[in-house]
């Protein structure tokens, strides 16, 4: 029998409120009072989120943000830097013990990226999902990127041809799991490599090559016919219900969630002290 998740469409949210809503859903679904949550989300405006342990004021020209009118935001979870703005953000919430999900959080990567595998493979791209097979080989990959998340390899890829075409990052919480990442539909790296501080423009053109040569977007792969965003959308739900087995069920935030979401984005997600703590 299949499980029933809750399935929400957030639309276009500030980015501290599209922190403070994932945050708000694993709360309240520590408590009890939600299912397990596959949630769509947007960014207005365009975004750079940076992991958690990012040196942001060292890595990031916060000059250049304001010039091109992009927001920022640190994330709860662990990785490197996402420019959200053509593309598809998904979160999935649910509690460790949930039936089939891998004790360890590499393998749970794993369970996960079957559901995107699966919506990557409903738009006509043969993605396949490649593990690195040791912490050195992860280790070296990781020593020649940039800041940029597509630059980070972690324990399972998703990869078209030799190419990355996801990015997801996982934080663990009383017990609940947080997962969520970027689905690139197109790929500005002249803006995302703007964003950054290098030592010299020389060094800032070598970043942006190798990450053109890492990093793939979903309509590089489809020019004579590109993907909308409602398309991504449509084929990203179907993946993630074919692939983790799963209902899903078209929901929306509760008032606890909205309330909880709202007091962590003025609180927490939207403060220099948070945003800019390392």
């Known amino acids: 029998m299949e499980e029933i998740w809750r399935f929400i469409d957030t639309g276009a949210l500030s980015p501290a409120l599209n922190?403070?809503?994932?945050?708000?859903?694993?709360q309240i679904h520590g408590e009890g009072r939600v299912p397990p949550t596959l949630r769509f989300y947007t960014w207005n405006p365009a975004t750079l989120s940076v992991g958690y342990f990012q040196r942001a004021e060292k890595e990031i020209d916060f000059n250049r943000l304001k010039e091109e009118g992009i927001g920022f935001v640190r994330r709860p979870t662990g990785g490197r830097a996402v420019l959200h703005d053509k593309e598809l953000t998904y979160s999935i919430v649910v509690s460790e013990g949930y039936p089939g999900i891998p004790a360890t959080v590499t393998d749970s990567y794993r369970f996960f990226s079957l559901g995107l595998m699966e919506g990557f493979r409903q738009l006509g791209l043969p993605v396949e999902m490649?593990?690195?097979?040791?912490?050195?080989?992860k280790g070296k990959q990781a020593s020649l990127g940039t800041a940029a998340c597509f630059d980070s390899p972690s324990w399972y890829e998703l990869v078209l041809g030799e190419r990355k075409i996801a990015g997801s990052a996982q934080m663990r919480q009383r017990g609940v799991i947080l997962q969520h990442g970027s689905i690139l539909i197109d790929l500005d790296a002249d803006l995302l490599f703007s964003l950054f501080r290098f030592p010299s423009e020389e060094v800032r053109q070598r970043g942006k090559r190798l990450f053109l040569k890492r990093a793939v977007a979903i309509n590089e792969e489809r020019m004579h016919s590109p993907a909308t965003l409602e398309e991504v959308k449509g084929a990203f739900a179907e993946g993630f219900r074919k692939g983790l087995g799963i209902r899903l069920i078209e929901g929306e935030l509760t008032k606890e969630e909205w309330i909880l979401a709202e007091r962590l984005a003025r609180e927490k997600y939207g403060t220099d002290a948070w945003n800019l703590r390392r």
């Open 19 to 26: 922190m403070a809503v994932d945050e708000a859903i694993l």
């Open 130 to 137: 490649v593990k690195l097979d040791s912490e050195s080989e």
